[in-house]
């Protein structure tokens, strides 16, 4: 959240979040939900993407 | 006529408010009314504060998404039915109230409270003319 798109008042946030969705979905086509953050609340990526989890017992 | 208010962005989780009160007590900076508007996800903790423009670089400072807006202050008696009184001349004049809080003075048996407006300039020229007292902002920094 950024003080350019801060409003005082929920509704207007809450229309940013769905305008927001709605542009991921047409972008994407995929439907993700939106949650506004305080600056610096999304976790810096830590080292390589875990894109396999391995269930094998072994 | 317009009192200057503090809004702060804060996501819904443990640990947030305390965060702004601590910034606010390491600057001295005093709460005269505030109020929490919340959601599942965040919330917006509004604030009168007896120094709002050190509360609003104080806060920046730190991090926090901070927004200086006004709000119209309305010295109401501290009785039963006054709210009707000033919700009933708003919906009268046409007046939209985005979203209001009080504040009880208890040595004067007054109340004042705070509201937001979408037009607060034709607000305060509605309460005036209807009588009401408006605070002013350096009243509203001594509360």
């Known amino acids: 959240m950024t003080d350019e798109l801060f409003s005082d008042e929920i509704k207007n946030l809450e229309n940013k979040e769905r305008e927001i969705?709605?542009?991921l979905a047409s972008a994407l086509l995929v439907h993700a939900k939106v949650k506004l953050v305080e600056p610096k609340g999304i976790p810096r990526s830590e080292g390589k993407a875990k894109r396999i989890v391995d269930k094998r017992q072994v | 006529m317009q009192i200057q208010q503090i809004s702060v962005?804060?996501?819904?989780?443990?640990?947030?408010?305390?965060?702004?009160?601590?910034?606010?007590r390491d600057n001295k900076i005093n709460i005269r009314a505030l109020t929490i508007a919340d959601t599942s996800d965040f919330g917006i903790l509004r604030m009168?504060?007896?120094k709002p423009e050190q509360a609003h670089e104080v806060l920046k400072r730190a991090g926090f998404t901070v927004k200086q807006n006004v709000v119209v202050g309305v010295e109401i008696a501290d009785r039963e039915g006054v709210l009707f009184e000033?919700?009933?001349?708003?919906?009268?004049r046409g007046l939209n109230v985005e979203y209001t809080y009080?504040?009880?003075?208890q040595s004067s048996n007054k109340a004042i409270l705070f509201l937001r407006f979408?037009?607060?300039?034709?607000?305060v020229?509605?309460?005036r003319a209807s009588g009401y007292t408006l605070l002013r902002d350096e009243e509203a920094r001594k509360l």
Do not use: Q, T
Not at chain 2, 9 to 24: C, I, Q, S, T
Not at chain 2, 102 to 105: I, L, Q
Not at chain 2, 118 to 123: F, I, L, N, Q, T
């Open chain 1, 21 to 23: 969705e709605a542009k």
């Open chain 2, 9 to 24: 962005f804060l996501e819904n989780k443990p640990g947030r408010l305390a965060h702004v009160a601590e910034v606010l």
């Open chain 2, 48 to 50: 009168i504060v007896n």
């Open chain 2, 86 to 92: 000033i919700m009933h001349l708003c919906d009268e």
């Open chain 2, 102 to 105: 009080s504040f009880v003075e």
């Open chain 2, 118 to 123: 979408e037009d607060p300039e034709k607000a």
């Open chain 2, 125 to 127: 020229e509605i309460f």
